[in-house]
């Protein structure tokens, strides 16, 4: 058992359990969050998300806000900013989507899908959010509130489509979901699959 980060952003952190068979590793199960985010170097003023985060601003050792994306990745830093900074500035709204205690399940299907436009963030006022972003619109889901950050027609009704297919999936969760190596060039990547 290990953690991973299985969302190819940051804080999607899983402890994955394999089983070596042969040569190669079957995954078991899996259990939500993790401890700390791995580094690989020991001096860093942080322990929190915002490491694995494509953009961030921060005051002093404290996140004010940080978004991770694949998109952002392969941004210029003022493009990644503008976008965090406009994040930071949207007011929150009542969320529609109707997710109460089955939030985990949601956003652990949302990482087993790793669909393009995947976004995790962070705002110091209303913590953690996940949902769909690209260079010109935004909408996320509030981790613990009911609440929706969105600045867009587009994101909103993608994110509502994400919504939908989750139900229609039966409201799969991290119960449902094993992990699986996904060869990313000659290495593998831990990501998150839905048990058959």
């Known amino acids: 058992m290990a953690p991973f980060l299985v969302g190819g952003v940051a804080n999607s952190m899983f402890v994955c359990q394999m089983r070596k068979e042969g040569t190669q590793l079957v995954g078991q199960k899996i259990i939500s969050g993790s401890y700390i985010l791995m580094n690989e170097t020991p001096d860093y003023e942080s322990y929190g998300f915002e490491l694995a985060a494509d953009v961030k601003e921060m005051s002093g050792f404290k996140a004010v806000a940080w978004a991770s994306s694949q998109w952002l990745k392969n941004e210029p830093q003022v493009q990644r900013k503008k976008f965090l900074d406009s994040l930071i500035r949207q007011t929150p ?37 996940i949902g769909y972003s690209d260079e010109n619109e935004f909408a996320l889901l509030s981790y613990s509130k009911p609440l929706v950050i969105a600045n867009g027609e587009r994101a909103t009704s993608i994110l509502q489509t994400w919504y939908k297919e989750w139900l229609d999936s039966g409201k799969v969760g991290v119960e449902s979901m094993i992990p699986l190596i996904q060869q990313n060039g000659e290495t593998g990547v831990v990501r998150l699959t839905i048990s058959k």
């Open 93 to 129: 709204e009542k969320s529609v989507f109707e997710l109460g205690e089955k939030q985990e399940a949601f956003q652990a299907y949302l990482f087993s899908q790793q669909k393009e436009g995947l976004t995790t963030a962070f705002r110091a006022d209303e913590r953690y959010f």
